[in-house]
């Protein structure tokens, strides 16, 4: 933590700058001071303000060598205090891959170090820092912080109050390591079951009970004070069978269609005063004829963000590397478009020389006017005021031990896993397993890298947790596409056990995972199947006498999944999503709501 000396120091500038007109509240600037302030932005300061880019290291001045060249080679510059120096960039964002999320003291070191080297900079202003921290499969801060269920396993656990309760301790930890904007909560209507970009990152299936669900979370972010919550990816993403990553969607709903299906979660995140929003690099020719991806797309943005759904925040692009965005229009052009479009904020692009310089000569040769540039701007600042920015720019290490993972936190989430487990299958029924009848357990399946780089393998941490639950369990990973020797193994392995648990990661019909169950119900043994990520496994696995759906492998759903099979807990979980038949996708196997439970114990 810096010391007071160097924080009052740094804000003196912006202290004194926001020292005239009025303010909206106590210590919060209004929109004469911001507007002040922007009067006295350089053109390149303003074009930095727009910008939220990524920069490798764990410090934002002595990272170490390898990302040192990592930054040199994509930004061309050493370090994120010489990244802000050169681009006065707004906005920074924190990966994992990039080294930035190590640990919580450093993410606040980290944090300071950044806030530091924008402050102390000629008009300096504070940084929005963000993330995706979605939990589940998407997350960027992992253990020790509090990781919760993913959005679909909330989904299916129904509860709003979970869904508030996850906003606000998840906000409260994001808070403390000096992170202010979160990309989260994904307001995708999850249709298609094919959809290979969305699936359990979205609440479910329905656009009511998902809009519910956006707007509790978006709530427990605003009680968490001092963070931004974002909807993403408008104007839907959730009915695709292509990654926008590496792709370009095309949604072909009706507007119609898009009213009753895509639209409810963004008009409640809307209502529920939701600080930005994240566009979606697909095309919807409903909407836009033009060919034009939306996060390019006047008519979307402007039209019906802003005009008919009436939202004034902060509207925020997907990343700018991703195909999706790339396919029409060459880097230079795209960071322009989409301010002509209504964008505020531009996210990672892949060179930001190229679309910083393309933006300045935009507004030099009058494509953009620098009041188009003024408009945006102050949408950016007046977060930042709201999130307490010019205030309170810096975190400390005793806030970080006294919010981030405590037992409170960590014995909350794991209260609401046990509420989204969903049994699917159970006949006999195999479940639960008796550890006197069937102390031996063999975990097998998929091992999945981790969501969140600090948690897993998943048949490891489902072994130990049966093992802590009274029985003696193993763990043989088999991976997604086992081969024959593999199979043979695991096979072996279950004619020594008196059970089997078999972790499936995304089965298809000619997947060797199949194979796999299959040899395993062959020796006799109960197999008890936990789809680790899509509920849509149990279609493919019939013979199954057993499947439950976690809806992720991070820890904290396996382990609730774990006391599901052990019967320490009954299953509570209903599909939010429905699944079809395998051999006739036209015919439904599970509806939405099905669950099944062990009755009262």
């Not at 104007?235 to 898009?258: K, N």
């Not at 936190?409 to 006197?436: F, K, M, Q, W």
């Not at 299959?518 to 199947?529: C, K, S, Y």
């Amino acid at each position: 933590m810096p010391s007071r000396r160097t924080v009052l120091a740094a804000t003196a500038g912006v202290t004194a700058a926001l020292a005239i007109g009025t303010t909206a509240s106590a210590g919060t600037p209004g929109d004469k001071k911001l507007r002040s302030l922007i009067s006295r932005m350089t053109l390149e300061e303003k074009v930095g303000q727009l910008f939220v880019m990524r920069v490798y290291g764990h410090s934002a001045t002595a990272p170490d060598q390898a990302d040192i060249d990592a930054n040199l080679k994509e930004i061309g510059v050493r370090t994120a205090a010489e990244l802000i120096a050169k681009y006065r960039v707004g906005g920074i964002i924190y990966f994992t891959w990039a080294h930035n999320t190590r640990s919580p003291h450093q993410i606040a070191d980290l944090s300071n170090g950044i806030q530091r080297a924008s402050l102390t900079q000629p008009r300096g202003l504070p940084v929005l820092i963000s993330t995706d921290q979605e939990h589940g499969i998407v997350c960027r801060v992992g253990k020790p912080a509090t990781l919760f269920p993913g959005a679909m396993a909330i989904g299916a656990g129904g509860s709003r109050a979970d869904a508030r309760t996850l906003g606000r301790i998840a906000g409260q930890e994001l808070r403390a390591l000096g992170i202010r904007q979160n990309y989260s909560p994904v307001a995708d209507v999850n249709v298609n079951p094919a959809n290979p970009v969305i699936g359990v990152r979205s609440f479910g299936a329905e656009p009511d009970a998902v809009a519910g669900m956006v707007a509790a979370e978006a709530a427990g972010y605003q009680r968490a004070r001092q963070i931004a919550a974002t909807a993403k990816h408008f104007p839907g993403h959730g009915d695709t069978a292509v990654d926008s990553h590496y792709g370009f969607p095309v949604i072909t709903h009706t507007r119609e269609q898009w009213d009753a299906l895509d639209a409810p979660p963004f008009r409640a995140a809307v209502r529920a005063g939701i600080d930005s929003i994240m566009t979606a690099h697909i095309m919807v020719p409903a909407l836009d004829d033009s060919g034009d991806p939306a996060t390019l797309s006047h008519p979307i943005l402007s039209g019906i963000l802003r005009e008919e759904l009436g939202y004034d925040g902060v509207v925020v692009t997907d990343s700018l590397g991703m195909e999706g965005v790339r396919t029409k229009y060459g880097d230079d052009r795209v960071p322009v478009l989409a301010l002509k479009a209504g964008v505020d904020q531009l996210l990672n692009p892949p060179s930001l020389d190229i679309a910083w310089n393309a933006v300045l000569r935009a507004v030099r040769s009058g494509e953009l006017t620098e009041a188009r540039l003024d408009e945006s701007i102050l949408r950016i600042l007046r977060l930042k005021a709201k999130l307490r920015l010019f205030d309170e720019p810096y975190v400390s290490q005793d806030g970080v031990e006294k919010n981030v993972g405590t037992a409170s936190h960590l014995a909350t989430a794991d209260r609401i896993a046990d509420r989204t487990t969903t049994l699917l299958v159970n006949e006999g029924p195999v479940l639960p397993l008796s550890r006197r009848t069937h102390p031996k357990v063999l975990v097998v399946g998929a091992d999945p890298a981790s969501p969140s780089g600090t948690t897993g393998p998943p048949t490891g941490v489902l072994a130990a947790a049966l093992t802590e639950l009274g029985f003696t369990a193993s763990a043989l990973s088999t991976g997604t596409a086992p081969s024959s020797a593999t199979i043979a193994r695991a096979v072996a392995a279950a004619r020594e056990a008196d059970a089997v648990v078999v972790g499936t990661y995304n089965v298809t019909a000619g997947s060797a995972q199949r194979t796999l169950v299959g040899e395993l119900l062959g020796t006799g043994r109960p197999v008890v199947a936990v789809a680790i990520r899509n509920p849509y496994d149990v279609a493919q696995l019939p013979a199954v006498p057993a499947c439950l759906a976690s809806y992720s492998w991070t820890d904290v759903e396996l382990r609730a999944a774990a006391r599901v099979i052990a019967g320490r807990v009954a299953p509570r979980g209903k599909l939010p999503v429905p699944v079809q038949r395998a051999d006739d996708p036209t015919r439904v196997l599970f509806p939405v709501g099905h669950g099944l439970s062990y009755g009262s114990r």
